[in-house]
């Protein structure tokens, strides 16, 4: 006998909700600008693989549908779902020794110019074995989800070659085993991420492996890669070699993302927004007509504040880009080299006290912003809205203000969303399974 899937609806009441519903682009001003429901309630429902919004709106709504089952939420602030976009979170090894030599000095491209660098983690990650590379991710993702981080984007790059990043890879795959229901992972092929040490002297070569061999296997492993990301920079790859990368990428159905103005501006913001680049990352160095292009077009401004305080560079010109009418997201960076961090609550943080953003428009940055960032990818829309896919972040405060008020303070994310919701949609699949 045919059986219908039940559909388990659970309300979710007395919660302060920022729904992330507003504009994408331009200034923020307010908090009502981003959705403001200080009395929410939201009514999910699990439909086969995910849990979807049916129902939003106020305590005092009067046509508010039937539910199955109710959750307290404390009267705690409920936003839609983080989303660091921009993480190198699988990695082995550690650069300490490098930050110190920085901290007396020696700038990044010059440890990088004398071996060190993205390089040094290679050789670690390449040693390291598959188990490994999860162990140690799996702490930085439990710290992630910690300060509120719910999806995770993550480049490949530290394996330059066929086997390590396909290793890389599937360290992911294990990970989103792992962290099931707490995180959704997303991963992205970076094998342009340095010229790996046996290329240095043909470049071009390595170029051509990463076309032939390593980008057709990262494009069909078992959890396939959705976007391909290159580091358009100066030593690294220049525009031509960027675009050759790019037109195999393409061809196998991926998307652009592109790493471009961060130590220096040689013509990488151009060329992705003329590719239709889904984002462009870091835009240190980006001048008033970079500025102008990202605001003309649909290409996301990602901007990685950690990694300025980290490399002690300045800011993109985050305000600016908003106020042009660019799309603004945030992320961590998280990586060894350049911005050893989990905290992306702190990444908000930052980016308001530093680079002049107000809160809504961070917090913008790291939800609706930061899944277009992401092409909405498995339908992530950075939002909490009717029809959906439901994702959220529970933290222990009660206004949105407070986020950005207590600086750099301890993890605030509760679990009781994610850990309610995942254990009602695995009981809805046995029940499921029991009728057959
Ligand atoms: O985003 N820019 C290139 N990649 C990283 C740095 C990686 C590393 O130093 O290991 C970044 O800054
Ligand atoms: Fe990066």
Redesign the pocket.
Known sequence: MQTKTPHTRVLLHNAAIVTGQGAERGPLGNWESLGWLPHGEVIVAYEGDLWRTVWLGQAQDRDRPHWDSALDLGGRLLTPGWIDCHT?AVFAGDRSHEFAQRLTGKSYAEIAAAGG??VH?VAATRAASVAELVETAAVRLTEMAAWGTRVVEIKTGYGLDRETELKTLDAVRQLQLRFVGRLTLVPTAMPA?AIPPEYRENPDAYVTLICEEILPALAHAPLPVRFCDV?VEKNYFSVAQADRVWQTAQRLGLRLKA?VD?LSAIGGLDWAVAQGAVSVE?LLCTDAVGVAKLAGSDTVAVGLPL?SVFLREGFAPLRALVDAGARVALAT?C?????MTTNLALALQIAVLMARLTPPEALRGVTRTAALALDQVDGLTGRIAVGERFESTLLDLTHPDALFYAFAAPPRAHPLVADTLHAASVASRVSVQNRR
């Open positions: 190198h660098g993205i983690t991420h580091f790493h961060e870091h990694t960076d990586n060894p080299g350049s911005s």
